[in-house]
């Protein structure tokens, strides 16, 4: 089995330069160059074109928009009203009068607010309103908001990414199977001549004839069971990708790539990666703040002036501080909310830790089992045909080389079953590293 080397640690979509390209098509089967696709192909489309990835793009464009709606100046309002008064006249009769009115209010940083008003009937008037000590705190939240989005984001896109490359794994899978059913097809057909002309000849029983119809049966039944394995394959990564993949081709895996990973590598890139601890790590500075804001309790002071077209500036000042009377309990919750924030990124970093040691640790294991189904299959390979030998000699009965050819067939498979876990072993642990 050929090895090529793949340094750990970098980047989940980035990691697979050691794919060998392959074509899976059967002799005579031709096909486009462009009608293959490879796993990074397949990784790239479901990306841009999933109903997930569009989903949860769309989740995070609400978030950017959110936060454009909370900045100061999207704050600013302007409106247009009108006033109608009816004064009693003398005989009983009224004096209706008109009353419009223009008015403006533009934040134009948390702390500055400049306003206007204008009607007909008097001058136009400018505010000023300047708060010195003033937080944004609704922009803070937007702006936290937006950045756990983002996390949220690329925790779903290597998840998508994920399931992506599982189901390609599976249809490869499926290929390998339907390929290896129509060989067996082909092989069993052939020996089934084999067993007819000698049963003609008198040299087998009728129940070895009855055996091979029996094992061409099967053949022909496996073949079209990993026929449909292979369409239900398909169409699940077509569906995925929301792309007909009905009719095109996939680039083969290599066997395995040896890789030389130290789990503190690892394990310190997935810390640097992970999306739940930081996020926990958000919520925790988030609960900080909000802690230190009320145990300052700062005061409010306002400036305002206000002016019209031919007055002179009005200015005012204020000064104001407060203590609410449940001052203590809202600390207390507070303080809470802290110490929980803490545990929780103390949690992350645990759960971390563990995922990445039980993920090296299942592909270690996998890729150790590949080894000792290789020998298995190969040992298999040859005892089959060593007794095919035996049996075109006379030497073998018809039903001592199906014994031979099932146990072939079940060491494929477990070989089939064990690449396919290994794959998802290693795209598992790539995903732990990077999300």
């Given amino acids: 089995m050929e090895k090529n080397r793949i340094p750990a640690g970098v980047l989940y979509r980035r990691i697979t330069t050691c794919l060998l390209l392959f074509f899976l098509a059967g002799p005579g089967n031709s096909r486009a160059a462009e009608e293959l696709w490879d796993m990074e192909r397949v990784v790239t489309t479901a990306l841009r074109q999933s109903e997930t990835a569009i989903r949860a793009a769309e989740n995070l464009y609400q978030k950017e928009l959110e936060l454009k709606m909370a900045r100061a100046f999207s704050g600013g309002r302007a409106g247009v009203g009108a006033g109608v008064t009816a004064t009693p006249a003398t005989g009983g009769d009224y004096t209706v009068t008109g009353r419009p009115e223009l008015s403006i209010e533009l934040p134009v940083t948390p702390r500055l607010k400049l306003g206007a008003k204008w009607n007909p009937e008097e001058q136009t008037r400018v505010l000023l309103d300047f708060e010195p000590l ?99 394959a398909r169409l699940n990564l077509s569906r995925l990708l929301q792309s007909d993949l009905s009719r095109v081709q996939f680039a083969e895996l290599p066997e395995f790539p040896v890789v030389e990973a130290e789990r503190e590598k690892l394990l310190a890139e997935a810390l640097a990666n992970n999306v739940d601890l930081q996020q926990a790590r958000l919520h925790l500075a988030a609960a900080r703040e909000e802690l230190t804001r009320l145990r300052q309790n700062r005061p409010v002071i306002t400036l305002e002036v206000t002016a019209g077209k031919e007055e002179r500036p009005a200015v005012s000042a204020g000064f104001s501080w407060t203590i609410g009377f449940n001052r203590r309990e809202q600390l207390e919750i507070n303080r809470i909310n802290v110490e929980q924030g803490e545990r929780a990124v103390e949690g992350a970093i645990i759960t971390v830790e563990d995922r990445v040691t039980a993920a090296l640790a299942d592909f270690e294991l996998e890729r150790q089992a590949m080894i000792w189904l290789e020998l298995q299959l190969q040992e298999a390979e040859r005892t089959y045909r060593g007794m095919e030998i035996r049996f075109a000699a006379g030497e073998l009965r018809a039903v001592e080389l199906e014994k031979a050819r099932l146990a072939r067939d079940e060491a494929f498979q477990d070989y089939l079953e064990g690449w396919n876990r290994t794959w998802k072993a290693w795209y598992t642990l790539l995903a732990t590293i990077a999300a």
């Fill in 134 to 232: 003033a937080e944004d705190t609704k922009a803070a939240g937007a702006r936290r908001a937006l950045a756990l989005a983002q996390l949220e984001y690329k925790k779903t896109m290597v998840a998508l990414e994920l399931q992506v490359r599982q189901e390609y794994i599976n249809l490869l899978s499926a290929l390998k199977n339907r390929r290896r059913a129509e060989e067996e097809l082909a092989v069993i057909t052939e020996y089934h001549k084999i067993v007819q002309r000698r049963f003609d000849q008198g040299f087998l029983s009728e129940a070895d004839l009855r055996s091979s119809e029996g094992e061409l049966l099967r053949a022909g039944l496996q073949l079209r069971r990993s026929e449909l394995q292979e369409e239900r």
